[in-house]
């Protein structure tokens, strides 16, 4: 069921090759004890799909749950959800970095990034306009090619008139 809440998914497709490696040597090991090779394939994709739903659910949880509230129009809880996904991935940025092998995730942006860009829009969403626009400048300053920050960074300027160039 659609929210009609903007969600935008940016994917890395050079990502998504380690990924297609893990099965395929997963299948090439299985493929040794079990016969016929389509059977072990079929078994290493399904390593494959339960290692991506747990550590997609276990690890980014604080993101999920700042989804789910954002979902559901609870904005200023999904700001304290982003900022403990933040403060989490900010910690352990190894995770991060390399979250398409961890992971598994496809995702061109960083939880990071994700996380300081959701915080700002839920403030734009619970109408603290000069507040989001602090935020979408802190982006910026992490993440200077943020396009996503710079859009919406000129969108509010342009809405609340704040000329201030940062």
Same mark, same amino acid.
């Given at each position: 069921?659609?929210?009609?809440? @903007?969600?935008?998914?940016?994917?890395?497709? =050079?990502?998504?090759?380690?990924? =297609?490696?893990?099965?395929?040597?997963?299948?090439?090991?299985?493929?040794?004890?079990?016969?016929?090779?389509?059977?072990?394939?079929?078994?290493?994709?399904?390593?494959?799909?339960?290692?991506?739903?747990?550590?997609? *659910?276990?690890?980014?949880? *604080?993101?999920?749950?700042?989804?789910? /509230?954002?979902?559901?129009? *609870? /904005?200023?809880?999904?700001?304290?959800?982003?900022?403990?996904?933040?403060?989490?991935?900010?910690?352990?940025?190894?995770?991060?970095?390399?979250?398409?092998?961890? =992971?598994?995730?496809?995702?061109?942006?960083? /939880?990071?990034? &994700?996380?300081? #860009? *959701?915080?700002?829009?839920?403030?734009?969403? #619970?109408?603290?306009?000069?507040?989001?626009?602090?935020?979408?400048?802190?982006? #910026?300053?992490?993440? @200077?090619?943020?396009?996503?920050?710079?859009?919406?960074?000129? &969108?509010?300027?342009?809405?609340?008139?704040?000329?201030?160039?940062?």
């Amino acid at each position: 069921m659609a929210s009609g809440r @903007p969600v935008v998914r940016q994917v890395a497709w =050079l990502s998504l090759i380690p990924q =297609l490696i893990f099965i395929a040597i997963a299948a090439l090991i299985l493929g040794i004890f079990i016969k016929p090779f389509t059977d072990a394939l079929q078994i290493a994709l399904i390593i494959y799909m339960i290692a991506f739903v747990l550590l997609r *659910n276990l690890v980014p949880r *604080n993101h999920r749950k700042g989804m789910r /509230y954002f979902r559901s129009g *609870n /904005y200023a809880q999904a700001i304290d959800e982003y900022q403990k996904s933040y403060a989490f991935f900010t910690k352990y940025a190894w995770i991060d970095k390399y979250r398409f092998l961890v =992971l598994l995730s496809s995702s061109r942006i960083s /939880y990071t990034e &994700m996380a300081l #860009l *959701n915080i700002a829009y839920c403030h734009a969403q #619970l109408g603290n306009g000069p507040k989001a626009i602090k935020c979408y400048e802190a982006v #910026l300053r992490e993440f @200077p090619d943020s396009q996503m920050a710079q859009s919406a960074l000129q &969108m509010l300027r342009s809405v609340f008139n704040d000329d201030s160039e940062h």
